[in-house]
């Protein structure tokens, strides 16, 4: 039963599977992801099993070389959530912290948080990269998220 999962990826150029997954089911509550730059393990199909496969996986803490990875992550993280709470009334608090290197510019990744795709209303950030909401149709109940960048060497 993991609970916690913490992954601390150094696998420079290698060429990893894209749909390799991590079986855990039902039991994840948070998630540390650190890639070193180089290093493409993280993949759509990984992120999606491990969103769908726990529920109460709520919290995320992300370090990677590319803000291509963390625009994919952040959609699927979404996507899935949107998905399980059309099914049934699940509301909760996402929390996903971003380590963003102090190289790159994260005004991509801003335009997509700020933009008509990005399904949660703002509601301010003045601490946070993004801090949203989003009402349930069927309820009224309310999911929200809350995105914290951290910038790192």
Known sequence: RVENLELDLEFQHLDAP???IIPVRNSMKSIFIHEVE???FVNLKM??????NNPDLCKFNLYFSSLETYRM?????????????NKDCLHKHISLGLGISRDDDPSELLNYLNSGEFPYNFTHGEYDLYEGTLECPACGGVDSIEILGKRFV
Do not use: C, G, H, P
């Open 18 to 20: 894209k749909d390799f």
């Open 38 to 40: 180089n290093t493409a």
């Open 47 to 52: 992120i999606k099993y491990m969103v769908e």
């Open 73 to 85: 992550v952040v959609e699927t993280i979404v996507q899935e959530e949107l998905s399980r709470s």
